[in-house]
């Protein structure tokens, strides 16, 4: 509880300079990764966050001190460069764009790697802490590094405020963006930077390896909640700040955790999360649909077997009991009693003494409607796809349950209102 006390206080400046400088990276780095994920550009992210390592050692070397200013330089250069190379091979040679991102992160981070291991068995006594760089080290950020973060995110957050239009039209629909004249080649190159600039300011909080993750991440975990774009972002950019938050905040109390994985790793709960509660999206939410949509389409087949009783006794105010009714369709005992109970708290029937249930009039043209997209999808399959008629009442079963009432009223005009469906039974129209 102390430790506790201790880092929500913020007085203590490194955790404050780690918290700023994480809760920046999370902003600027979700905010564009929400494009990068719409133009399914997840996997460029990482070939970004592993190209830089080889532009840090530049920076080290060619200055000689581990400057922010220097090593970011160097970043920013190679991870540029790495986002020419694959853009390059894709249009210049037949390979995929998956296979360019991968020889680019391959050779960029091997090149990295050399380059590392060649600086720490140099003489060069500035070089400890280069390798941390590799899985990021927030604790190691001092007032300097914040504010060269904070003016990187709002450089990112600036210019996606600028061209928000153009971003969003080329994130959804680039070939119209181009149809209508919008600049998509410089469209492409700002994205692409703010990309770089987002990788490079998280690296020394996260690290190339995990980099990736702050930028896709969040993104994809707000892609559950909503449709509206700017809804997202704002998702997006909360869940990065609560994950860098939490996860300082995790490395602090536990000194032994690292920094960077402890990030990604409450991003990804936060992602877990979202796939399972999200209100629509979410598992928890399909399972529910599917299970409701199961128990719709059983209590329209009882509707619709006590319709076909009643056709076939020509008397729809006649009562049937359960025998009756699993004798026409074979349902469950158990399942039909639990519909007929739902339907008759619905309106749809009504009990009598001695188990006998009866249609009221609600649930009579309820189960008549069923009934009707029965019948007319089978007039279609037999008339406009060539069905026979005897193997076309199986797929008429799942089609009455899912025909909308736009698609009803199309269905009849198509149709022009049959009379009958193919094994001339009465089609019955409200």
Not at 217 to 226: D, E, G, K, N, V
Not at 354 to 380: D, S
Request: aromatic content about 8%.
């Amino acid at each position: 509880m102390e430790n506790l006390i201790h880092f929500l206080s913020l007085a203590d400046p490194n955790i404050r300079y780690a918290v700023l400088g994480s809760v920046l990276l999370g902003m600027g780095a979700a905010s564009i990764g929400c494009f990068a994920f719409l133009r399914k550009q997840s996997l460029v992210g990482d070939a970004v966050a592993h190209a830089v390592l080889p532009g840090i050692c530049l920076g080290f070397v060619l200055s000689g001190s581990k400057h922010p200013i220097w090593l970011f330089a160097g970043a920013m250069l190679t991870g540029w460069l790495s986002l020419m190379a694959i853009n390059s091979i894709r249009k210049h040679t037949r390979l995929k764009e998956d296979t360019a991102i991968a020889i680019v992160l391959s050779v960029f981070f091997g090149a990295g790697i050399l380059f590392l291991t060649m600086i720490q068995h140099s003489d060069n006594a500035n070089q400890a802490g280069l390798d941390k760089f590799l899985f990021g080290k927030a604790a190691s950020l001092v007032e300097t590094d914040v504010q060269i973060f904070a003016v990187m995110t709002a450089v990112i957050l600036a210019l996606l405020w600028l061209m928000y239009k153009e971003f969003k039209i080329a994130a959804f629909d680039s070939e119209f963006s181009k149809s209508i004249g919008l600049p998509m080649r410089w469209i492409e190159f700002v994205q692409t930077a703010l990309i770089v600039i987002a990788v490079v300011s998280g690296i020394q909080a996260v690290g190339v390896v995990l980099m990736a993750a702050m930028l896709i991440t969040p993104a994809a975990s707000a892609r559950y909640w909503t449709d509206s774009l700017p809804v997202m972002i704002l998702i997006a950019v909360v869940s990065g700040v609560i994950a860098a938050v939490v996860g300082v905040g995790i490395s602090t109390m536990a000194p032994k955790i690292p920094t960077g994985p402890s990030i990604v790793l409450v991003a990804t709960a936060l992602f877990a999360i979202s796939v399972v509660a999200a209100p629509r999206r979410g598992v928890l939410a399909r399972v529910f649909l599917h299970r409701r949509n199961q128990v719709r389409m059983q209590d329209e087949n009882v509707l619709k077997t006590l319709y076909l009783l009643g056709e076939g006794d020509n008397d729809f105010l006649k009562g049937k009991t359960v025998a009756e009714i699993t004798g026409r369709r074979k349902i469950p005992v158990a399942f039909l009693k639990s519909s007929l109970w739902r339907l008759k708290r619905q309106g749809f029937l009504k009990e009598s003494s001695g188990g006998i249930w009866t249609l009221t009039p609600e649930g009579k043209a309820r189960g008549a409607r069923v009934i009707k997209l029965h019948r007319l999808w089978e007039v279609y399959l037999t008339k406009y796809v060539n069905l026979a008629q005897d193997h076309v009442h199986d797929d008429a079963e799942s089609m009455e349950h899912v025909l909308t009432p736009e698609l009803e009223a199309q269905l009849e005009q198509l149709l022009e209102f049959p009379a009958t469906d193919p094994h001339d039974k009465v089609i019955p129209y409200s």
